[in-house]
C-alpha cells in the first residue's frame, strides 16, 4: 500500500472571528523540503479579503504557495489581514481598513507588500485591527487602529511608528484592543483596552502606556 508523506512546516499561525472564516499559513521546514521550497510561504482558508496573499479573493481550500521567495522568518495571521518577515524586510497584506497593514492606505491588497525600506525586522504580531512588530535593536513599532490605545502612542499609525515607552523588546502580542510585549529582562507589559482588567493594575481604565504585569 501507498504511505502518504507528510510535509513539515513551522510557524504555523492561524485566525477565526465570529464573523470572519479561517485562514492559516505557514512557512515551510528546512529539514524536510527541497532547497527550491525551504522557507517558502503557504496559505489557504477563507480569501475575503486577499488574506491568504495569491493575488486573489477566492476561498483556498489546500495550500497554496504564495511567490516564489523562499527567505521568509515569520508570518502571522490577524483579523482578516496578514503580516510576515522576509530576510529582514516586513510585508503584510490583506484587509487595509484602519491602516492595519501598515501600507498608508486603506485599500485591501491580495498580495504580500513591504511595508517600508527598512530591513531589520525581527519579530510581527497582527492583532485584530492593528500590527506591532519588534526591530533588530529591541524598539516596538506599532500601526493601525488605536481606540483604545493599543499601539502604545497617542493616534493612529497609517505606516509603523515607534512606541517610544518600550525597549529592549523580545516578544510581542497586538490582541483585540489591548498588546503585550516581553522585555529581554524577562518582564511582562500590556497596554490598551482594559475593559476586563487586562492590564492588571487594579483598575478597569484603558491605557496607552505600557503596564508591568506583576513584578
Known amino acids: ?83 510576515g518577515i522576509r530576510a529582514g524586510s516586513m510585508y503584510c ?21 513591504q511595508v517600508g525600506s527598512d530591513a531589520d525586522w525581527s519579530k510581527v504580531s497582527a492583532g485584530y485591527r492593528s500590527s506591532c512588530g519588534i526591530r ?19 493616534a493612529y499609525r497609517t505606516t509603523p511608528g515607534v512606541a517610544p515607552a518600550l525597549t529592549g523588546v523580545s516578544q510581542v502580542s497586538a490582541g483585540h484592543g489591548a498588546s503585550c510585549a516581553v522585555k529581554t529582562s524577562g518582564t511582562l507589559w500590556c497596554w490598551g483596552s482594559n475593559s476586563s482588567g487586562l492590564l492588571s493594575d487594579g483598575t478597569y481604565l484603558d491605557s496607552q502606556i505600557p503596564v508591568q504585569v506583576g513584578s
Open 136 to 154: 533588530t535593536t529591541g524598539t516596538l513599532w506599532c500601526w493601525g487602529a488605536n481606540t483604545q490605545g493599543q499601539l502604545g502612542i497617542p
Open 1 to 83: 500500500s501507498s504511505r502518504r508523506r507528510h510535509t513539515k512546516f513551522r510557524n504555523v499561525t492561524g485566525v477565526q472571528t465570529c464573523a470572519l472564516p479561517i485562514y492559516v499559513c505557514a512557512i515551510r521546514d528546512s529539514s524536510t523540503a527541497a532547497p527550491t521550497v525551504t522557507g517558502g510561504l503557504w496559505c489557504w482558508g477563507g480569501n475575503d479579503y486577499g488574506q491568504v496573499g495569491d493575488g486573489t479573493f477566492n476561498t483556498e481550500l489546500l495550500p497554496i504557495r504564495i511567490g516564489s521567495a523562499s527567505n521568509w522568518n515569520a508570518v502571522d495571521a490577524g483579523n482578516s489581514h496578514t503580516c
Open 93 to 113: 497584506w490583506g484587509a487595509g481598513a484602519d491602516y492595519r497593514t501598515g501600507l498608508g492606505s486603506i485599500e485591501d491588497t491580495t498580495v504580500p507588500t
